[in-house]
């Protein structure tokens, strides 16, 4: 389980990306008795070469197409690091965690005495396709340019003291909604990414839907998250993020599956 599934275990549609495969057709078997013998020995070389099955060429050139497709992408972007991702550190405010091969970034900040922790995971962006899918047959109407909606969830911890503080938000349209707000006596229950600690939060009462909330608490509780820094800003930066590090994952994997189906 990862670590986000495991602090809220939160259903995820990843995104949809598939290469079709190609069947290679083999040669009709002579009737003559020795040509079955040099069949096998051309088999079992071309085998040796490309894994066992013999739809393993087919597949690493797929494969290969697409990687050099989505290299090409990346350089034409540049190696250098996007300009969104400078303005957004320059501000000094957050600091992004992200562990290469993980789906899942982390945004963390101090304020005051309390430790603020954002975590958000690429496998909520839908492709492209994936959005031209959910448009099809409406007129006049183009897919949004940013995949959306992404879920982040929030924890706020003291050092002054116990206890944590979880929110369960929607990063949609560059502004978060509110699902829930959950709080836990032990700071550690509240934020330790382990099967102990998310197998005690599940049998613990998260509190009510954020929307069934008197307005006067709601609005009161969306400033107070606002003076921390879970802004507009921060909610165009993760799913500008998130799509941006799946790119980077997608090439990588792309790489490592070929390598794989070529041994």
Known sequence: MSAFAALRTVARVGPARMVSGMRVALAARPLARAAPVTVARAFSVSAGRFGSGTTDIALAAKLQEELQYEQTQLAEAGDATPE??????????????????????????????????????IADIQTEDDLEGEHEGEEDEAPPATAMPIRASLSITKTSGPGAVNVDMICQEGSFSIENISYYDSAATGTELTAEADWTRRGLYIGPQFDTLDVAVQDAFDAYIAERGISDSVAFFIPEYAAYKEQQEYVKWLGKLKKFIEL
Do not use: Q
């Not at 957004?88 to 982390?106: C, K, L, M, S």
């Open 84 to 121: 969104f991702i400078k303005t957004f550190t320059e501000e000094g405010v957050w600091a992004i965690n992200d562990t290469r091969g993980n789906d899942e970034v982390t945004l963390t900040r101090k304020f005051g005495d309390e430790h603020i922790r954002i975590m958000f995971s």
